[in-house]
């Protein structure tokens, strides 16, 4: 059931998925798709087509291990793991001894933490690109959110993760530069979090969309910084060997030139290495240098580790270095949260939201509908939680979350708002 697989997140058994089918849609409801990755000029080659591993019916990655079958093979050893390193940096003292910070050699990241990316609502998903691509996009702006879901038992990889994705919640944001930046002081994520959290949910990831970029790179070096520094931002030692990590998911959009511009879904994160490197304050990046990250220049009597990056000294990373790559797929069997995906969205300044648009949703939603699936839909909860009660919503997502009928008391009070 819902409830099974959300509240508890208990492991459900999971078939094979096909990847998201590209296809071109007209603005403004452009398809979510996936596209075949095309390394950048980045030393790594780009990874093969995933064989079957003999034996046990589980797909191997060739470039990519599971985090915890990683661990297996190193005995459940997490102390030389790269979030447990600190680059600090030395100090050079007149006329005393000084202490040289070991060098650090930059490799691509072995294993990674979360393995499959379902979109799962691929209404919520086309609506978020169809916005973007139809209204946004002609007047160069971007448009970022943050994804909310669960996590489950990756069935098609040994001892794999797999990260669902219910609802995109759109905060209030600006355009900085050439991307979307959400605003620092969002006064309604709290009450969004209590409601995913009502819901079963939680922040599993964000989105964010732009042009494309140069010279086929996966992800400019600004993205990399903004990443691992929400990744760091959304970490926890919660693992059972306590190691601090993140499995929060990356969805870059971008017109894809090989699908006649069609707008594509491409899942990363960054290596733990990049995150290590940007907590202690050595990452950088330059708007003259596009496609590799910076570290940053020492300090005066600063000693800074020296970088090795393919056998020599650089301060120069290319990105790619720092990617990891994760799978999408469209579901097939799984049962979505939301039956609706119909309620305007929030913080939208072309399309702002209004009490008429309550009265024109249920309007639309056959009365024969079981109660809680006449509001289901991720966007008209936020909307009760922030224009009419907290408490309310609430207990409407937990009916959501277990498909059970609303109270009679909360039909009624709607039915006399929707009049």
């Known amino acids: 059931s819902i409830a099974g697989q959300v509240l508890t997140k208990t492991p459900v058994s999971v078939a094979p998925e096909e990847p998201v089918a590209k296809a071109s849609a007209p603005a403004p409801s452009a398809s979510a798709s996936s596209s075949s990755a095309v390394s950048s000029s980045a030393k790594p080659s780009p990874a093969p087509a995933a064989p079957a591993a003999a034996g046990d019916g589980k797909k191997a990655d060739p470039k990519f291990e599971t985090f915890d079958a990683f661990l297996r093979k190193r005995q459940y050893d997490v ?22 910070p070991p060098s650090v050699s930059i490799k691509q990241q072995p294993y990674r933490h979360v393995d499959t990316l379902s979109i799962i609502n691929v209404p919520e998903m086309e ?7 139809g209204v946004l996009l002609e007047n160069a702006m971007q448009r970022t959110g943050f994804m909310y879901g669960y996590y489950l038992e990756d069935k098609n990889y040994d001892e794999g993760t797999r990260a669902i994705m219910e609802g ?132 005066p009597d600063e000693l800074i580790p020296d970088f090795v990056v393919e056998g020599r000294s650089d301060k120069k990373i290319a990105t790619d270095f720092f990617i990891v790559r994760v799978n999408d ?69 937990e009916c959501v979350r277990d498909r059970k009928d609303i109270p009679e008391g909360v039909t009624f009070m709607f039915n006399e708002l929707t009049q």
């Open 79 to 100: 102390l030389a793991l790269p979030g447990n390193q600190k680059y600090v940096t030395g100090q050079i003292k007149r006329g005393g001894m000084m202490k040289i």
């Open 127 to 133: 609506n978020f690109i169809g916005y973007w691509n």
């Open 329 to 397: 797929t469209a579901p097939k069997k799984h049962q979505r949260m939301f039956t609706h995906a119909d309620f305007p969205r929030e913080n939208r300044p072309t399309h702002p939201q209004r009490r008429e648009d309550l009265k024109k949703y249920f309007n639309k939603i056959p009365k024969s509908e079981p109660s809680w699936s006449r509001f289901a839909d991720f966007h008209l909860l936020l909307y009760i939680a922030k224009e009419i009660d907290v408490d309310t919503a609430v207990a409407i997502a």
């Open 168 to 299: 995109i919640y759109e905060p209030s944001q600006e355009m900085v530069g050439e991307i979307a930046e959400p605003l620092t002081d969002d006064q309604e994520m709290s009450r969004v979090n209590r409601i995913a959290e009502a819901l079963g949910l939680e922040c599993i990831g964000w989105v964010f969309t732009s042009l494309p970029l140069e010279d086929d790179l996966l992800l400019s070096p600004e993205e990399v910084l903004r990443i691992a520094r929400l990744q760091n931002e959304h970490s926890t030692d919660a693992h059972f060997t306590r190691y601090v990590l993140s499995k929060f998911v990356t969805c870059a959009v971008r017109p894809d030139p090989a699908n006649n511009g069609a707008p594509s879904v491409n899942p990363f994160m960054v290596s733990e290495q990049a995150c290590a490197m940007l907590r202690d304050g050595i990452l950088s990046s330059a708007p003259s240098e596009r496609r590799a990250c910076l570290v940053r220049e020492a300090k």
